[in-house]
Structures are given as structure tokens and as C-alpha cells.
């Protein structure tokens, strides 16, 4: 929920998203690239999310899988 108050707070459009923080790892960081970040972080278990789902198809497709990715992809 931190996290979420934080979102809130930073979704005032005078709240300048170009600001700057140190990061322990990478030194100077914008606010635009955590929350560039965290979309992709979520994007990243969605597509887990679809090749687990894909997956229980794989047998299913047959010779088709040479043309579906999402089953090649491990």
C-alpha cells in the first residue's frame, strides 16, 4: 500500500516526474524510470503469466508450434 500512496502522490500533474534520487546500486535515477520500471515489472509477470497458460496447449497445436513463439520461448 506504500507503494500505491507514493503512485498517488506522484500523480499530481504539477509533481515534476524528471526529479532525481540516489539509488544504492545506480547512483542518480529519474522518478519517470521507477515507474517506467514498475510498469515493465508487471508487463514481465503477465507474460509469465501467458506462456504458463500457452503451455498447456503445446500438445495440442501439433506441427503448428514451429509458427507460435510463446512455445518456443523458455
Not at 11 to 36: C, K, M, T, W, Y
Not at 45 to 51: E, F, T
Request: aromatic share 10%.
Amino acid at each position: 500500500m506504500e507503494s500505491l500512496s507514493y503512485l498517488r502522490l506522484i500523480a499530481n500533474p504539477d509533481f515534476n516526474l524528471e526529479q532525481s534520487g540516489l539509488h544504492l546500486e545506480f547512483g542518480v535515477v529519474r522518478i519517470s524510470e521507477l515507474l517506467s520500471a514498475w510498469v515493465v515489472h508487471d508487463l514481465t509477470h503477465i507474460a509469465q503469466i501467458v506462456r504458463v497458460l500457452a503451455e498447456r496447449y503445446r500438445a495440442d497445436v501439433g506441427q503448428w508450434k514451429a509458427y507460435l513463439g510463446i512455445l518456443n520461448k523458455k
